[in-house]
């Protein structure tokens, strides 16, 4: 295992050291590809390469012609697998904190939820990754408010830290029983102003935590950013009067989001790379729109 | 009578007579004043008359509240005092401000040509009171400003006010409804109080006090005088070592600043003599005892230099001692909590800009667009969910071979001589175009293969077997090694398990015991009962 591990890190570093050329070759190889179709003679940078490129154009297939980048190669396989998450939350929780990681629970279709006990973080994800686990989630709070959430992919996957606020949970709700029992098939999803190359990371962290649904799904689930702050909502729907008419009820946990931190191993590696850091308290902090518009 | 009306009906007359109790007063023995003499009190009366009705055109308020002093024999002291004081009490910070106007100005400014009749009887009045050029020019002033005046002039404030602003519109463009010379000047004037123990209005003061207790009023003007006086030479003395009365108006001189020594005390010796002019007695001790004190160095009186110079090293010493000392701790730089006083930050103002945008407030109206835009995409059905992958075939097409359903020419036995040549290796295969290109293909997957196993450093599973028939020789080994060529070896023989299969300990029949030999029959008999057992029954014998 160590030495999976090993050889996988020297692969990673490899392919990332590649990336670069890679990505000339590719749009060497791109250009070539229009001047063939267009019919315009051949730009003279290519004239040397000219050969070779084209018997590697003649090879490539499908999947070949997009170039490869690392994060893409961390969600390679989210799409031919489901997802299966591990839920947790911070040592001794409070049981406002339980009650809204029982909620998330089921917001998350195929997940789990454990105890934490006394578990030390590595431990946990040692036994998510012997178990194939594809996502740990964990939950923090402050004085019975649920005020942080760590979304890990596993098999090395990047680690993105979120803040929550105005949390409101299904238990606070009183009339439980006009809201129903809160349907779980597999939701479609919304993810709406992600515009950036940050708010794209994200926006594929949050996707692939859901599985593929079917089309005529009712459940859906929304991730808004507005202002750099990420609006979940959690609805269920009705067409009522033909196709139109649309009736929307809210079924589940709302809360906003705020990344501050998205890094580039899993939560227990504390050297791992910093892909985004938030940095409130510098002078142009109001001005920054990082995750879109 | 009560009243005595014989005012004569000349004026001048009536200034000779008042002229003259005037002098018969002062030239009246002091002891005479100790008991009340009807004489003397209507002296006193008539001049007090004279001086009033000198002074009373020079006072601001015009026309005075009383035209002339009533002071006949019916009115007491405390009338006539009322009266007086009802004259004086705006003409007193008149005068005050005159002066002052006075000292800011340059003495020599050219005053425009008075025509009044008004004006005899006030130089009369003037040089009564026997002052100097300044108080001359002091009343033309005045003059100037009664000129200057018209009819509706009531209340004193402002026409004081009314007066120094055409003043300062004439002087000084610098004056504006912020900025009063005259106001700066008495500001300046209480600073320099405290500067230097009062000692500015120290004669002003004592002119003052004199005033309250005389019951003559004609040391009034003459206190105003030495007012004046000081307030002029003032200024000039603040910075020399000398006491404050030393040197008249027009004395003062170069050398009395910039050179050294003796020339100053020889003016100071000046001082001395001319302090003792001075009626004021006790301002005149204390002066001297002043200039006696500094002799002998003693702390109790100091001169103003002397003061000066210890508030002087009392704020430089306050400063250096704060510049030593380490500063509060909202003046350092940074500052955690142990290093302040407890709850110290919750006392100061801190101010600092918040550059984080505040969380967002989710009101109704933003619930209402969230909704909307939902609504809107689910309406058009486009969602962000994970996308199915497209099948990427893993294992290439099937060759599909078309089988030749004509037949072959060539026999059975020469097709096999032609698979046994080419696995021999004796006649070269055929080429074929596929063959080429299946040989190319298999030298790149080889190569692949090669690096692959590379990367494993060649850990990896063992070959698959290929399973091949060929003849093995059940030759006893002896038979082989004696035959055989030393390069073959009995690996290729087969393995024991391959003669017999078994278990136990093998005995032959001439190794057996009796028992043995009985036991294995009646094994025998069993096994063929049971055999026969299992054969049909028509079969059976009977």
């Given amino acids: ?293 | 009578m009560a009243m005595d009306l014989d005012e004569p009906l000349d004026a001048a007359a009536v200034a000779e007579m008042g002229e003259a109790a005037l002098q018969r007063l002062c030239d009246a023995d002091p002891a005479l004043f100790l008991s009340p003499s009807a004489d003397l009190a209507a002296a006193a009366r008539a001049a007090s008359r004279h001086i009033y009705s000198s002074l009373a055109p020079l006072s601001p308020a015009q026309p005075p509240p009383f035209p002339s002093l009533l002071a006949g024999p019916a009115f007491d002291a405390e009338q006539i005092w009322s009266q007086i004081e009802l004259l004086d009490r705006p003409l007193l910070p008149h005068l005050r401000r005159q002066l002052r106007r006075l000292e800011q100005q340059p003495p020599s400014q050219p005053q425009p040509p008075l025509e009044k009749p008004a004006v005899a009887e006030r130089e009369q009045s003037e040089e009564e009171d026997g002052e100097g050029s300044e108080s001359e020019e002091l009343k033309e002033e005045e003059e100037e400003e009664e000129l200057e005046e018209t009819d509706d002039v009531e209340e004193m404030g402002d026409d004081y006010e009314e007066e120094e602003e055409l003043d300062g519109r004439e002087r000084k463009g610098v004056e504006d409804k912020f900025l009063k010379i005259d106001e700066m000047a008495e500001f300046l004037d209480r600073g320099d109080e405290e500067e230097y123990g009062g000692g500015a209005k120290r004669g002003e003061k004592k002119a003052k006090k004199n005033w309250m207790e005389s019951d003559d009023e004609d040391e009034e003007d003459e206190d105003g005088d030495e007012d004046d006086e000081d307030e002029d030479q003032l200024d000039l003395e603040d910075f020399e070592d000398d006491d404050e009365e030393a040197e008249g108006a027009g004395e003062i001189m170069y050398k009395d600043f910039f050179e050294k020594g003796h020339k100053k005390e020889a003016k100071k010796k000046d001082g001395y003599t001319k302090k003792v002019q001075f009626k004021d007695e006790a301002h005149e001790i204390e002066v001297d005892g002043s200039e006696d004190d500094d002799d002998g160095n003693d702390e109790q009186v100091l001169s103003t230099h002397e003061k000066e110079r210890l508030k002087m090293r009392a704020k430089i010493e306050q400063m250096e001692k704060a510049n030593l000392d380490p500063s509060t701790w909202t003046m350092r730089g940074e500052v955690t909590s142990s290093n302040r006083p407890k709850n110290s930050a919750l006392e100061v103002d801190l101010d600092f800009e918040h550059n984080v945008r505040p969380a967002p407030v989710i009101t109704e109206e933003v619930t209402a667009s969230l909704e909307e835009m939902i609504k809107k995409r689910i309406a058009e059905g486009q969602f962000d969910d994970v996308e199915k992958p497209s099948i990427v075939p893993s294992k290439a097409p099937k060759e599909h071979k078309e089988l030749d359903e004509s037949k072959s020419k060539k026999g059975l036995a020469e097709l096999y001589e032609d698979d046994y040549a080419q696995k021999a290796g004796l006649a070269p295969a055929p080429l074929s175009i596929s063959d080429e290109l299946k040989k190319e293909g298999s030298a790149l997957f080889k190569r692949i293969c090669l690096k692959l196993d590379a990367l494993s450093h060649f850990h990896f599973a063992p070959k698959p077997v290929i399973e091949d028939m060929s003849v093995q020789a059940n030759v006893p080994a002896l038979a082989m090694e004696e035959i055989a060529p030393v390069a073959v070896s009995d690996a290729a023989m087969l393995a024991p398990e391959e003669i017999f299969e078994g278990k136990g300990d093998i005995k032959e029949e001439g190794e057996l015991t009796q028992a043995e030999r009985k036991r294995r029959r009646a094994n025998k008999k069993r096994k063929y009962a049971g055999s026969h057992k299992e054969r049909p029954a028509s079969l059976q014998k009977d």
Avoid at chain 1, 97 to 103: D, G, H, M, R, S
Avoid at chain 1, 129 to 134: A, M, P, V
Avoid at chain 1, 143 to 168: E, K, W
């Fill in chain 1, 1 to 293: 295992m160590i030495r999976r591990n090993i050889r996988k890190r020297r692969e990673y570093l490899y392919s990332k050291s590649l990336e670069g050329t890679e990505r000339a070759l590719f749009e060497k190889k791109r250009l070539l590809r229009a001047a063939l179709e267009e019919g315009k003679p051949i730009p003279t940078e290519l004239r040397n390469e000219e050969h070779e490129l084209r018997r590697q154009i003649d090879l490539e297939d499908q999947q070949r012609q997009v170039p490869k980048s690392i994060v893409d190669d961390e969600y390679a396989t989210a799409t031919v697998r489901e997802p299966k998450i591990l839920l947790t939350t911070s040592r001794n929780p409070s049981a406002p904190l339980t009650q809204f990681v029982k909620e998330l629970k089921v917001v998350f279709p195929n997940s789990q939820r454990m105890n934490r006990g006394g578990q030390v973080i590595s431990e946990i994800v040692e036994s998510c990754r012997s178990h194939d686990i594809t996502d740990l989630i964990l939950v923090h709070e402050h004085r019975g408010q649920p005020d942080g959430l760590i979304v890990s992919h596993l098999p090395h996957g990047p680690t993105a830290y979120f803040g929550l606020l105005n949390v409101v949970t299904r238990h606070d709700i009183k009339d439980r029983k006009a809201m129903g029992k809160m349907s779980e098939a597999y939701p479609h999803l919304i993810l709406d102003n992600f515009s950036t190359q940050i708010g794209e990371r994200t926006a594929t962290i949050l996707k692939h935590l859901f599985p593929v649904p079917k089309p005529d799904s009712k459940r859906i689930i929304t991730f808004a950013n507005r202002d750099d702050y990420i609006s979940f909502r959690h609805h269920v729907y009705e067409k009522p009067g033909g196709p139109k008419s649309i009736d929307l009820k809210e079924v589940g946990p709302r809360f906003e989001l705020r990344l501050y931190q998205i890094k580039l191993g899993t939560v227990e590696q504390n050297e791992a790379k910093s892909e985004f850091v938030l940095r409130p308290y510098i002078n142009t902090s109001k001005k920054q729109k990082t995750l879109g518009a």
